[in-house]
Nanobody, 120 residues
Framework: QVQLVESGGGLVQAGGSLRLSCAAS????MGWFRQAPGKERDLVST????????YYAGSVKGRFIIARDNAKNTVYLQMNSLKPEDTAVYYC?????????????????WGQGTQVTVSS
């Protein structure tokens, strides 16, 4: 059983930055999703095992950066120029495989979620 441990959420003003971290040991493709109250869980970004293939949702492209350090078994989501509409619980997810995966149903393991709140 893979355990994903997220950290780095918090409260920030619009225009600010946060960095989320997700620790997971093993050879996994990783994704970050977010879920706002009353809304579905949406894809934010994905990264393949080797870290050379990434994907961003249109709403975060150019503002967020996903990266991984496999020596530290950690995936990061650097979030810049944050907007109030980025407010949500952010989840990291993992699944075996070398590609990128875009739907929650494709992931086998999930973190507990970390709250990100952006004030206007």
């Amino acid at each position: 059983q893979v355990q994903l441990v997220e950290s780095g959420g918090g409260l920030v003003q619009a225009g600010g930055s946060l960095r989320l971290s997700c620790a997971a040991s093993g050879r996994y493709a990783m994704g970050w999703f977010r879920q706002a109250p009353g809304k579905e869980r949406d894809l934010v970004s994905t990264i393949n095992w080797s870290g050379d293939n990434t994907y961003y949702a249109g709403s975060v492209k150019g503002r967020f950066i996903i990266a991984r350090d496999n020596a530290k078994n950690t995936v990061y989501l650097q979030m810049n120029s944050l907007k109030p509409e980025d407010t949500a619980v952010y989840y990291c997810a993992a699944r075996p495989g070398g590609g990128n995966y875009y739907y929650p149903s494709q992931y086998d393991y999930w973190g507990q979620g970390t709250q990100v709140t952006v004030s206007s």
